[in-house]
């Protein structure tokens, strides 16, 4: 499958010396969901900016639909993608549609009226940019992104800063923006990423540790129970430790790690025939912080 | 002629520019005073008394040399007043247009969409151009009508200060893609624009004491524009969106 985007060992050293992409490779085809994580000064902001065209890698390729950023092809490219930077400044004498205008001008196509009343954004259209809410900037900047109908989206942490209420308005918006579209969404906030991504890279210190779908990452982690027995949790936990299980617990509940979860029964049957009433066996899907903090830890 | 992205940025900073009152009181005080304002009872002076510089030894720097009355308002004063504007719009406009959009990270709008660099400085560069040339050239030709009307200058001689003028709007426009380099902040802006202009003052001032005749004022244009253009050789050689942006 063609790449939308890739980046082949890449390196951007930044003019102070600092090292943000360090003989970084990855690509994604056309068509995946994929979030970019990794903790702070890992090279998530810097892979979107070299993507869009503002930074130049020290070394190595980036391309944006096959077109490298000096090629003659790479303004097309750069027609095709929808960018939604992270918090940027706002303009105090430019209103909201002047804004919208500008750029359906820029991407030479769009319906500004349109994506005026798909973000909810009717009531503002002439209020100046910097007299927006948190929530109805971040509404105008996935208007903008998404005016020209682009192939690619690249979103650079869309949500950062949003109080809960309008991080859950602007995430369905996401959703809805992201069917059918090439994305690449970087962000610090994993269920964000969970809820609306299909693979994940993760970066730290400008290389890219892992690049998976989040169902073969989910694979990786040893499959979690959690059991509840009616005579109470001491006797559960003492039962697993005899078996040489390291049990974590929750309220009235234990945790512990099975061994694939075919193990599961086998462990059950263990316990019952323990004397033990086990009336809740619940297999944990791990979450992707557990699988994050698992992969930057190791 | 001009690129489309440009000419649709050109647009949008001209509607800003025109938005900001305070550009447009800043870029519009100063030279009404040095334009208009002081200009006009120094030329109704010197028309009425006419004053006789002392002749220095060795009959002096050429361009004091046998100015007498109103010739010191037209030859001397006033195209150093006219350089001076000229000199001073484009580089507060800079400081609103180019270092406020860096100032207040507006600029990450502009990085988002799929515009170069080169295209956004051009079209601010023009905005600064147009403004500069929008102010000073009714405020020169108020003034500039009156010396006309009181027969101190001809037409033609008068008319020849347009090219100072439009050197120095150009001269200063062009600094300001060093402005862009140099200074991140507006109070930052406005030092880099006082140790960018006080050398370039210096040399008008020394061409219109060193150079005789109506030569001057060609040579003063020279020189200006020739500056204007080593700024802008340096600025492109080194501006990227990576300096722009830090």
């Known amino acids: 499958m063609p790449s939308a985007l890739a980046f082949e060992r890449v390196t951007k050293r930044y003019r102070n010396g600092v090292v943000a992409l360090d003989d970084a490779s990855w690509s994604i085809p056309i068509g995946a969901r994929t979030c970019l994580l990794g903790p702070n000064g890992a090279g998530k902001s810097t892979a979107i900016r070299l993507l869009e065209g503002a930074l130049r890698a020290s070394r190595g390729n980036v391309t944006l639909l096959g077109a490298g950023p000096d090629t003659p092809a790479y303004a097309d490219a750069r027609r095709r993608t929808g960018v ?6 706002m303009y105090a004498d430019l209103s909201a549609i002047e804004y919208l205008e500008l ?48 192939e690619i989206l690249l979103l650079d942490e869309p949500t950062v800063g949003l109080d809960p209420v309008a991080a859950h308005e602007v995430h369905e918006l996401l959703s809805a923006a992201m069917k059918g579209r090439t994305t690449l969404l970087c962000t610090h906030n994993l269920a964000e990423a969970e809820a609306l991504c299909d693979d ?39 039962a697993l430790r005899r078996r040489g299980l390291a049990v974590e617990v929750e309220a009235d509940a234990a945790i512990v790690n099975v061994d694939g979860l075919r193990a599961g029964p086998e462990l059950l049957r263990d316990l019952l025939g323990q004397g033990l009433d086990v009336y809740e066996s619940v297999p944990l899907e791990p979450s992707l912080e557990q699988l994050f903090l698992d992969v930057v830890q190791a | 002629m001009i690129d489309r992205s440009v000419q649709i940025l050109l647009g949008k900073e001209l509607r800003q520019l025109g938005r900001s009152r305070g550009a447009l009181v800043s870029a519009t005080l100063l030279p009404l005073l040095l334009l208009v304002v002081v200009p006009i009872p120094q030329l109704l002076t010197l028309r009425n008394l006419p004053l006789d510089i002392p002749e220095l030894p060795g009959g002096g720097p050429p361009g004091l040399q046998s100015l007498r009355g109103a010739d010191v308002f037209v030859q001397l004063l006033y195209p150093l007043f006219v350089t001076i504007c000229g000199m001073i719009v484009p580089s507060l406009a800079a400081s609103y247009t180019i270092v406020t959009e860096r100032e207040r990270r507006t600029l990450e709008l502009l990085v988002a969409l799929p515009v170069r660099l ?6 601010k560069l023009l905005s600064i151009l147009i403004l500069g040339i929008a102010v000073t050239v009714p405020l020169f030709a108020v003034t500039a009508t009156l010396v006309v009307i009181l027969g101190t200058a001809s037409l033609a001689e008068i008319a020849l200060l347009l090219v100072p003028l439009g050197a120095a709007v150009v001269c200063s426009t062009c600094l300001s893609l060093l402005l862009t380099l140099l200074a991140r902040d507006f109070r930052t802006a406005n030092n880099v624009n006082g140790v960018l202009f006080f050398p370039v003052l210096l040399v008008a001032a020394g061409i219109l004491v060193g150079v005789g005749g109506s030569a001057r004022l060609l040579v003063l244009g020279a020189a200006l524009l020739t500056i204007g253009g080593a700024a802008i050789l340096v600025g492109a050689r080194w501006i990227t969106f990576e300096r722009y942006l830090e």
């Open chain 1, 103 to 150: 750029v359906r001008q820029l991407y030479g196509r769009g319906d500004v009226g349109r994506v005026i009343e798909a973000f909810g954004l009717g009531p503002h259209r002439r209020t100046m940019l910097a007299a927006l809410s948190g929530g109805f900037r971040r509404r105008l900047l996935l208007a903008a992104a998404l005016l020209s109908e682009p």
């Open chain 1, 84 to 89: 939604v930077p992270q918090n940027p400044g």
């Open chain 2, 118 to 123: 080169s295209r956004i400085l051009v079209a």
């Open chain 1, 200 to 238: 994940v890279v993760i970066l730290r210190g400008g290389t890219v540790l892992l690049h998976e779908s989040l169902v073969a990452l989910r694979g990786r982690v040893a499959p979690r129970l959690r059991l509840r027995a009616r005579q109470g949790v001491e006797p559960l936990i003492a």
